[in-house]
């Protein structure tokens, strides 16, 4: 599976993004996707998670204002973040995998990942 991150950029404190996250060579049959995303010099943290059932999975710090949603026909993964905050700032990357439910929020659990996309946040 090869994934394809876009939608960062810049944006001003309150705006909204919308990433996507396209994968190509697998569909996402089965899949877990998840968001996460990681600034210079500290770890890659959980931002969203969404499984195969549909059931979502939101880290404290984005509910309410963040929503993951996938096309499983586009094999594709998406994560609206509105009322964005500077601390928002970093490079979210999509992943996918299948991790057990206690297991979702935790990176090594995914077996493959995006690029990254730049998302940043200006106060």
């Known amino acids: 599976v090869q994934l394809q991150a876009s939608g960062g950029g810049l944006v001003q404190a309150g705006g909204s993004l919308r990433l996507s996250c396209a994968a190509s060579?697998?569909?996402?049959?089965?899949?877990?996707l998840g968001w996460f995303r990681q600034v210079p010099g500290k770890e890659r943290e959980f931002v969203a998670a969404?499984?195969?059932?549909?059931?979502?999975y939101y880290a404290d710090s984005v509910k309410g204002r963040f929503t993951i949603s996938r096309d499983n026909v586009k094999n594709t993964v998406y994560l609206q973040m509105s009322s964005l905050k500077p601390e928002d700032t970093a490079v979210y990357y999509c992943?996918?995998?299948?991790?057990?439910?206690?297991?979702?929020?935790?990176?090594?659990?995914?077996?493959?990942w995006g690029q990254g996309t730049l998302v940043t946040v200006s106060s």
């Open positions: 992943g996918a995998g299948n991790p057990v439910l206690s297991a979702t929020y935790f990176p090594t659990m995914y077996n493959y």
């Open positions: 060579g697998r569909a996402f049959t089965g899949y877990t």
């Open positions: 969404i499984r195969w059932t549909g059931h979502t």
